[in-house]
Nanobody, 122 residues
């Protein structure tokens, strides 16, 4: 069984910063790609940023230059440093990871965290 547990959400003023963390635990052989998604009220869930096991990153347009995704493979943890936050960044942020749970296979399953609320308002 695998769990993703997020932390670090909260309320900030516009221009503020937050750092989200997501740790994977359980029966894990290897964690491949990890990423952050968000879902605002009444909107579809959208990707924010992703990172491969080797450290290659990709960002959604509005996140570029403001957000930084990173990971610690030894801790099976992914981070999202968010700077210059805007009210439109308000959403529930979800962690996602592709995880291989046993050796001798390349079959990875996608897992989601429970979500953490980020609110940006004055």
């Amino acid at each position: 069984q695998v769990q993703l547990v997020e932390s670090g959400g909260g309320s900030v003023h516009p221009g503020g910063s937050l750092t989200l963390s997501c740790a994977a635990s359980g029966t894990i052989f290897r964690v491949d790609s990890m990423g952050w998604f968000r879902q605002a009220p009444g909107k579809r869930r959208e990707v924010v940023a992703a990172i491969t096991r080797g450290g290659t990153t990709n960002y959604e347009g509005s996140a570029k230059g403001r957000f930084t995704i990173s990971r610690d493979n030894a801790k099976n943890t992914v981070y999202l440093q968010m700077n210059a936050l805007k009210p439109e960044d308000t959403a529930v942020y979800y962690c996602n990871a592709d995880i291989i749970t046993e050796p001798n296979t390349d079959v990875a399953f996608g897992y989601w965290g429970q979500g953490t609320q980020v609110t940006v308002s004055s």
